[in-house]
């Protein structure tokens, strides 16, 4: 598939454009896992032309550039279509804070889909105050706008809303999980859910932004509960090494305590070397045209 992008775009590079990229894809798991569809393939194939050939290093800078790219792209469909009478600027940010509500919906339920009313009933409680100056159309017509103004969103066979990728669903909910969730609730979560597999990208996600004394706090609790609960232990203690590896303010205290408290668990993942896409890495291979990925080895032959 990425080979296939390249022939049809003639003017995006060289052979050896084409070589770097794929190389760049064998050696990050986290960016091959991306690659399930043609379309996320021709938005991050434009990204790294974009970029110049190089994508952000860490799994949040991936995640994040690509969440946002989707935010705000408009799909090649929507070109000639009427708006609705609600529409909606995907760079004033609320395109944005819509998918973050949506997403966090389908987290806290454990589902990859969900149907256009329950989509309605999630925005509508939060509409007057994203959209105070927007109220004249239904709240119906903003979610007909949010799936024709970005990419982040497509509709399922059986006539429901997901995410594009998993990846991208938490994403937009660990931004969520940041931002607007109250305090407390977000501080119980993130201790009580953090050893879940459905939850780990998300809460992993969320840590990398809090202020340092909160995630000085949580690194805490969640030694606590491994502490508690040794047959969660492994889980929690990766996760903190992870997040601590990823942050820009580091606690060298704090850090020397994680990281002796991660290299307990011999025989698994090493710690502090980033998230790792559970649910992404978990999928099949997907044979991609020219280029075959294999999700699970990140790896890629031509």
């Known amino acids: 598939?990425?080979?296939?992008?390249?022939?049809?775009?003639?003017?995006?590079?060289?052979?050896?454009?084409?070589?770097?990229?794929?190389?760049?894809?064998?050696?990050?798991?986290?960016?091959?896992?991306?690659?399930?569809?043609?379309?996320?393939?021709?938005?991050?194939?434009?990204?790294?032309?974009?970029?110049?050939?190089?994508?952000?290093?860490?799994?949040?800078?991936?995640?994040?550039?690509?969440?946002?790219?989707?935010?705000?792209?408009?799909?090649?469909?929507?070109?000639?279509?009427?708006?609705?009478?609600?529409?909606?600027?995907?760079?004033?940010?609320?395109?944005?804070?819509?998918?973050?509500?949506?997403?966090?919906?389908?987290?806290?339920?454990?589902?990859?889909?969900?149907?256009?009313?329950?989509?309605?009933?999630?925005?509508?409680?939060?509409?007057?105050?994203?959209?105070?100056?927007?109220?004249?159309?239904?709240?119906?017509?903003?979610?007909?706008?949010?799936?024709?103004?970005?990419?982040?969103?497509?509709?399922?066979?059986?006539?429901?809303?997901?995410?594009?990728?998993p990846l991208v669903r938490d994403y937009f909910g660990a931004l969520y999980l940041s931002q607007w969730a109250e305090e407390d609730d977000r501080r119980l979560l993130m201790s009580s859910m953090a050893h879940e597999p459905a939850w780990r990208n998300v809460i992993g996600m969320a840590a990398i932004r809090l202020r340092r004394p909160d995630f000085t706090e949580l690194a805490h609790t969640l030694a606590e509960r491994a502490d508690a609960e040794p047959h969660h232990a492994r889980a929690l203690d990766l996760l903190v090494a992870d997040c601590l590896a990823a942050r820009s303010f580091r606690d060298p205290e704090l850090d020397a305590t994680v990281r002796e408290r991660a290299e307990r668990h011999a025989g698994g993942a090493q710690a502090g070397q980033g998230l790792q896409p559970v649910r992404a890495l978990q999928m099949p291979p997907v044979g991609c045209g020219r280029a075959s990925l294999d999700l699970q080895a990140g790896q890629v032959t031509v």
């Open 1 to 165: 598939m990425i080979s296939d992008w390249f022939l049809a775009h003639p003017d995006a590079g060289s052979d050896a454009d084409e070589v770097m990229f794929l190389s760049q894809v064998r050696q990050r798991p986290k960016l091959a896992a991306l690659f399930t569809s043609a379309f996320l393939c021709d938005v991050l194939c434009d990204l790294h032309q974009r970029l110049r050939g190089h994508f952000p290093q860490g799994a949040w800078p991936l995640y994040a550039l690509l969440g946002e790219n989707l935010a705000i792209r408009v799909p090649p469909t929507s070109a000639g279509l009427p708006q609705g009478s609600s529409p909606l600027n995907p760079a004033d940010g609320r395109s944005a804070q819509l998918l973050q509500l949506l997403a966090f919906h389908l987290i806290e339920r454990s589902l990859d889909s969900v149907s256009p009313v329950q989509a309605v009933a999630a925005i509508a409680p939060w509409r007057p105050w994203l959209m105070p100056d927007q109220l004249t159309g239904t709240t119906e017509e903003v979610l007909h706008d949010l799936l024709r103004e970005t990419c982040a969103l497509e509709s399922t066979p059986n006539g429901g809303l997901a995410f594009v990728h």
